[in-house]
T-cell receptor
Framework: AQSVTQPDIHITVSEGASLELRCNYS??????LFWYVQSPGQGLQLLLK??????LVQGIKGFEAEFKRSQSSFNLRKPSVHWSDAAEYFC????????????FGAGTTVTVRA | NAGVTQTPKFQVLKTGQSMTLQCAQD?????MSWYRQDPGMGLRLIHY???????DQGEVPNGYNVSRSTTEDFPLRLLSAAPSQTSVYFC???????????????FGPGTRLTVL
């Protein structure tokens, strides 16, 4: 079975600074990988996803993520953070043999300071 | 399209009470699923369905029942609520990929349940 680890529970970043959120997965083959964002009191919204091909994936709101097979990682990045990026971020992995079941990480809460 | 809708938004139950959390989607998605979200644990899959009349257990199914009589609706039933079921519940749906890559799951706004 697949699993996801998000090592950082909470990150604080200044507005305008860069942001990187870590995600490590465990799966025996190339997985499907996702990043979701959850604003306070809201449901989850998809930021980006990786299925195959180019390992650098562009998403919405200026986010990007890079799939590194050798490191089993799928880290999320944003060059310049806005106050509206304060939210909880979830990495998720899906298996190619069972693509409708996702395993989520515990989440990383991002606080943006002025 | 309304997307994925969930009712109620908030609910308080007493231990032993029963209730049904409603979930509906208007996107003709084959897959629907229920997750619970607890602090520090991310989202955990409770039950899922790959189509009308077909359901299966996820990671944490105990204490919950589901059925799927139509494509649109996927209710989650708590037969005898326990304080351990205090959580935020999310319903999600997606298309079946048919080998073309896993599809985005669309989430509802959630139901915040407190069991006293």
């Amino acid at each position: 079975a697949q699993s996801v680890t998000q090592p950082d529970i909470h990150i604080t970043v200044s507005e305008g600074a860069s942001l990187e959120l870590r995600c490590n997965y465990s799966y025996g083959a190339t997985p499907y990988l996702f990043w979701y964002v959850q604003s306070p009191g809201q449901g989850l919204q998809l930021l980006l996803k990786y299925f195959s091909g180019d390992t650098l994936v562009q998403g919405i709101k200026g986010f990007e993520a890079e799939f590194k097979r050798s490191q089993s990682s799928f880290n999320l990045r944003k060059p310049s953070v806005h106050w509206s990026d304060a939210a909880e971020y979830f990495c998720a992995v899906g298996a190619r043999s069972n693509d409708y079941k996702l395993s989520f990480g515990a989440g990383t809460t991002v606080t943006v300071r002025a | 399209n309304a997307g994925v809708t969930q009712t109620p938004k908030f609910q308080v139950l007493k231990t032993g009470q029963s209730m049904t959390l409603q979930c509906a989607q208007d996107m003709n998605h084959e897959y629907m699923s229920w997750y619970r979200q607890d602090p520090g644990m991310g989202l955990r899959l409770i039950h899922y369905s790959v189509g009308a009349g077909i359901t299966d257990q996820g990671e944490v199914p105990n204490g919950y029942n589901v059925s799927r009589s139509t494509t649109e609706d996927f209710p989650l039933r708590l037969l005898s609520a326990a304080p351990s079921q205090t959580s935020v519940y999310f319903c999600a749906s997606s298309y079946r990929s048919r080998g073309q890559g896993s599809n985005e799951q669309f989430f509802g706004p959630g139901t915040r349940l407190t069991v006293l």
